[in-house]
Structures are given as structure tokens and as C-alpha cells.
Antibody
Framework: QVQLVESGGGLVKPGGSLRLSCAAS????????MTWIRQAPGKGLEWISY????????KYSDSVKGRVTVSRDNAHDSMFLQMRSLRAEDTAVYYC??????????????WGQGTLVTVSS | DIQMTQSPSTLSAAVGDRVSITCRSS??????LAWYQQKPGKAPKLLIF???TLESGVPSRFGGSGFGTEFTLTITSLQPDDFATYYC??????????FGPGTKVEI
């Protein structure tokens, strides 16, 4: 059974940094690309980052580009999101998600339960 | 940037109703369009991908259609478990993955 568990969220001051983790189990992690998606309180979904299976290619939304770095450790079935220069508008639940494995162009088919990041002084 | 819109933003319906949600893109895209269902406090669930392909385990009352700039999610007979918010998402490799603003289906 696919399981994704996010951690690392919490309260951080504006301008601060935070590192989110996503622990994967129930599938061969290194066979799948992964994404991060966030949802501000009471708002819709926003895709923010993608990383390929090997971890040598990544993409970011314009809203986080330059402030966020995605990485993965296939040996430990984990993905990370390093966030810097955090702003109030980064306050959201952050979800990690697994992309479909068999599709040529995949979308996210399994999601974690999310971790809440609150940026406030 | 490509923009995704959904209509309506809120849909009031009853159990047994046939409902449709429309998703439009600001540019012509291929069929790399997905639909997700989200219930309060829960992670989204993939329903439909590639515009019309039903994800494994999703009831057949859900259906997707469309191509180009307009896509539709249809629920043929609304069930109590279907009251939720629905999002479309473009995942065309030519564009950033972009979600629509969501449609809340309520009683």
C-alpha cells in the first residue's frame, strides 16, 4: 500500500527557512517522479515543484522559484523541500505526491496527508 | 502563463442528480487534464486523467471529456459520498502544472 508521510512543518518567522520531508513506502520509490503541492488555508491547490526519478531534473512554480529546492534520497525513500526566505503567503498545507508510474506524461496519483507550514511573526 | 478556470464555483445538487463541471484553459492544450476530488481536511484524490481515463477504483458514475480548451467532469448520479470540492489540473509538459480554482458540490 502506497504511503507518503510529510513532516517538518511548523511555525516560522518571515524570512526564515524550513525543510520539509516526505517519507515514502509501499512502492519502489526510485521508479517514480514526485511533486510538492500546497494549499493555503481555505484556498485551492497550487503545484509548486517536481523532481524526476533520478533526482537530476526538477521544476518549480514561479511563486517559489529561487526560494525553494527539491531533492530526493532514493536510498532512503525520501524527498525533501528546502524552503528559504519564507513569506506570509507561503502559509499552507504542503502535500507530497507520487506521479503515475506507467503514464508517459504522469500526474499525481497518490498523496500524503500534508504538513502545515505557518509563516508569521 | 496559462490560466485554468472552472464553472460553476459552487454547485447545489441533490442525491441522484446528474452534474457537470466545466474546466477551461486560456490556451489550447492537449488532453493532459486531470480531475481531483477533495473532502474537507483530506488530501485530494485522483479521479480522471488524460481528460477521460478513469483512475482505478473510481466509480463509473464519474466521467471526463473534452479536448483543446474545454473539459468536463460529469457525475451521472450524485451519491452522498460525492459532496466535495473538485479541481481540474493541467499537467501538459509544455506548461507548469496548473490547477483550476475548484468547484464545491454541495447539497
Amino acid at each position: 500500500q502506497v504511503q507518503l508521510v510529510e513532516s517538518g512543518g511548523g511555525l516560522v518567522k518571515p524570512g526564515g527557512s524550513l525543510r520539509l520531508s516526505c517519507a515514502a513506502s509501499g512502492f519502489t520509490f526510485s521508479d517514480y517522479s514526485m511533486t510538492w503541492i500546497r494549499q493555503a488555508p481555505g484556498k485551492g491547490l497550487e503545484w509548486i515543484s517536481y523532481i524526476n526519478e533520478k533526482g537530476d531534473f526538477s521544476k518549480y512554480s514561479d511563486s517559489v522559484k529561487g526560494r525553494v529546492t527539491v531533492s530526493r534520497d532514493n536510498a532512503h525513500d525520501s524527498m525533501f523541500l528546502q524552503m528559504r526566505s519564507l513569506r506570509a503567503e507561503d502559509t499552507a498545507v504542503y502535500y507530497c505526491a507520487r506521479d503515475q508510474g506507467v503514464e508517459v506524461v504522469p500526474t499525481a496519483d497518490s498523496w500524503g496527508q500534508g504538513t502545515l507550514v505557518t509563516v508569521s511573526s | 502563463d496559462i490560466q485554468m478556470t472552472q464553472s460553476p464555483s459552487t454547485l447545489s445538487a441533490a442525491v441522484g442528480d446528474r452534474v457537470s463541471i466545466t474546466c477551461r484553459s486560456s490556451q489550447r492544450v492537449t488532453d493532459w487534464l486531470a480531475w481531483y476530488q477533495q473532502k474537507p481536511g483530506k488530501a485530494p484524490k485522483l479521479l480522471i486523467f488524460k481528460a477521460s481515463t478513469l483512475e482505478s477504483g473510481v466509480p463509473s458514475r464519474f466521467g471526463g471529456s473534452g479536448f483543446g480548451t474545454e473539459f468536463t467532469l460529469t457525475i451521472t448520479s450524485l451519491q452522498p459520498d460525492d459532496f466535495a470540492t473538485y479541481y481540474c489540473q493541467l499537467y501538459d509538459p509544455l506548461f507548469p502544472r496548473t490547477f483550476g480554482p475548484g468547484t464545491k458540490v454541495e447539497i
